[in-house]
């Protein structure tokens, strides 16, 4: 018997033929090229699951660095984005907010507010996963946010189903080394894990209130997805901590919703291979194999491993994040990348990549501001490759999150083999919360756009013919169910 590091394995299964096919091509797609949306790498098990009574010592956070206050939010305000034909209608603003004074270390954000009464609309933040994938470039551009880029790379469009027209969106490029952020220190990229990543968060939102002081007070909710599912728990958790001090900025946390969340590494693990089977990708020869050989209970045999690269032959070349869509072939010619089931350019985070990388660009953006010695990337490789600590499971802060009393969805997009909503499923079996409201179908225009189940202090929804992605491959179902959770309300009927 031997452990194997699962989260590596699912690099070599799951994504490595999908960057060998990409690749061929000259050109890759989002997940495909860049295996960062779902954490697969964990070098360690240790983390502190609360916080120590110190940090509160004397009734205020050792952890946050507030900046100067004369660099406030006009000196962030975006005038216009290269390629945005005509005037917006809301106002958005990106920049900097220091993290830590000492180390030189600064994350990008990413701001836009409501074009209709932004001061009675929630302020909410989106957080990509990787862990080390960007939320301005896949959350912002890619999926949610008001903008995305055409295939000449220069121009941009708007997209209809943005979900700041229900509320104010913020999106942080986190930890250093994703995107934009930065730190001066260069042990800083070798050295961070989830705890540095939400003391980070924490310290961001504290300082980044400080610019925009009018939301201080606004009803404040977490959003995200795939390793989101260890960040948003952590951040809510440790904003519910610190709220508890005395002199310690308090943020309005209202609620949570992640996306195709990663829990729990065994169940995901599990799940993706119980979700072959049932949509006919592998054959069931492999899958008995697998259920024979593998206890998904961390540790491993070498027949589990060789049961689980079978399986994966048997699959073949399929984006397992959404496994009926379209591969990028050319980004330069994208007519040759559209032949699937799925609408939608799967090149697009091409041109997002092209255009974020533009000079003219990060200058209307205030970024880059101190020559970053690389380009901006969707998802850092090093970020990935160097992540030192992570929970094995995170159903022990769901339960705290639940016990808070903290709004909580999760939701799936029911395309998605990597976070399935299957293995959401099994999480919720293990949590055992009683049911309230029986599951049932939800529906855009009389048309069924996905399932819910109520429980005690908690919702579950599915979103039909989304990939893990959801707002991308299913932008109108997305921002329904959004507003839902925004309202408190489960999905219409």
């Known amino acids: 018997m031997h452990t194997l590091p699962i989260k590596m394995k699912r690099v070599i299964l799951i994504?490595?033929?999908?960057?060998?096919?990409?690749?061929?091509n000259t050109a890759t797609r989002n997940q495909?090229?860049?295996?960062?949306?779902?954490?697969?790498?964990?070098?360690?098990?240790?983390?502190?699951?609360?916080?120590?009574?110190?940090?509160?010592?004397?009734g205020t956070s050792p952890l946050v660095h507030r900046g100067p206050r004369n660099n406030l939010r006009e000196q962030d305000k975006i005038v216009s984005m290269p390629g945005q034909a005509g005037v917006t209608e809301f106002d958005q603003y990106a920049g900097y907010v220091t993290v830590d004074a000492k180390a030189g270390r600064a994350?990008?954000?990413?701001f836009v507010e409501a074009p209709q009464d932004p001061s009675d609309k929630p302020l909410v933040l989106w957080l990509n996963g990787g862990p080390g994938c960007s939320s301005f470039g896949?959350?912002?551009?890619?999926?949610l946010g008001p903008f995305s880029v055409h295939s000449d790379n220069k121009t941009l469009y708007?997209?209809?189903?943005?979900?700041?027209?229900?509320a104010n969106m913020l999106f942080i490029e986190i930890p250093a080394g994703v995107g934009y952020s930065y730190s001066n220190t260069t042990s800083d990229y070798y050295n961070t894990g989830d705890k540095r990543t939400t003391d980070d968060a924490y310290t961001f939102l504290v300082n980044w209130l400080e610019k925009f002081p009018e939301y201080q007070d606004r009803d404040f909710f977490i959003t995200g997805e795939s390793y989101a599912g260890h960040y948003i728990p952590e951040l809510a958790n440790m904003i519910i901590y610190m709220n508890r001090a005395t002199n310690a900025t308090?943020?309005?946390l209202k609620g949570v919703a992640i996306g195709n969340a990663d829990l729990d590494d065994n169940l995901t693990l599990r799940a993706s291979y119980d979700y072959y089977w049932m949509h006919a990708m592998i054959s069931g020869k492999a899958y008995r194999a697998i259920k024979d050989k593998c206890g998904f209970n961390g540790t491993y045999t070498k027949d589990c491993e060789n049961a689980m690269d079978i399986a994966t032959q048997e699959k073949g070349n399929v984006d397992d994040y959404d496994i009926y869509a379209?591969?990028?072939?050319?980004?330069?010619?994208?007519?040759?990348?559209?032949?699937?089931?799925m609408s939608g350019d799967p090149c697009t985070n091409h041109y997002i990549s092209s255009y974020l990388n533009r000079p003219e660009v990060q200058r209307a953006l205030h970024a880059n501001t101190t020559g970053l010695g690389y380009p901006w990337m969707d998802c850092s490789q090093h970020v990935f490759d160097n992540w030192k600590d992570s929970p094995e499971t995170m159903l022990p802060s769901i339960k705290r999150l639940i016990s808070s009393g903290t709004r909580i969805w999760l939701y799936s997009g029911d395309m998605d083999a990597v976070c399935s909503f299957i293995s959401t499923q099994y999480a919720l079996d293990i949590l055992g919360l009683p049911i309230e409201t029986s599951w049932r179908p939800w529906r855009i225009d009389n048309e069924v756009a996905g399932y819910v189940v109520g429980y005690k202090g908690l919702v579950f929804a599915t979103v039909r013919g989304a990939g893990h992605m959801v707002p991308y491959y299913q932008p109108r179902r997305a921002l329904a169910l959004f507003s839902s959770f925004l309202?408190?309300?489960?999905p219409p009927r």
Request: hydrophobic share 35%; charged share 25%; net charge positive.
């Open 15 to 24: 994504l490595w033929p999908l960057f060998y096919l990409s690749v061929a």
């Open 107 to 110: 994350l990008f954000y990413y």
């Open 138 to 143: 896949s959350g912002a551009m890619l999926e």
């Open 487 to 490: 309202e408190g309300k489960l």
């Open 32 to 58: 495909a090229s860049q295996p960062l949306e779902f954490d697969q790498l964990k070098k360690s098990r240790k983390y502190m699951q609360e916080k120590q009574d110190s940090t509160l010592k004397n």
């Open 158 to 166: 708007k997209k209809k189903h943005a979900w700041n027209r229900v």
């Open 326 to 341: 379209p591969i990028c072939h050319d980004a330069s010619n994208p007519s040759k990348s559209t032949d699937s089931l």
């Open 250 to 252: 308090s943020i309005n």
